[in-house]
């Protein structure tokens, strides 16, 4: 394998002076620093889950089903505070539901 177009890449960016001392082979390796341990870091942290806080309702007013925050708990099809929780599969029986009556 040939190398050479690679090791004439780096003595140009150590040739490049940037100022105060500073190449630009320095610039390329810190950002390349920067990069590699961003991705380190962001897959040692927890994957966060933005669900937690939905919950599955249906409004009694209009029969909306869908998730809304546990926080406002209004209905997004006709803005009721009339809501009520129901399980998942609940849930996804009354979606089938809905979009059959749609039909």
């Not at 950002?31 to 942290?45: F, R, T």
């Not at 249906?58 to 006709?78: A, E, I, Y």
Request: net charge positive; glycine share 8%.
């Amino acid at each position: 394998m040939n190398f050479d177009p690679i090791y004439d890449l780096i003595d140009w960016l150590n040739a490049t002076q940037i100022g105060g001392g500073l190449t630009l082979f320095h610039l390329v390796m810190a950002v390349l620093a920067i990069i590699i341990g961003y991705s380190i870091v962001k897959g040692l942290l927890p994957a966060g889950k933005k669900k937690d806080y939905l919950i599955d309702v249906m409004c009694n007013d209009c029969g909306w089903v869908g998730q809304v925050s546990k926080f406002t708990k209004v209905c997004q099809q006709c803005k009721s505070l009339a809501v009520r929780m129901i399980k998942p599969e609940e849930a996804e029986v009354a979606k089938r539901r809905q979009k059959a009556r749609k039909r």
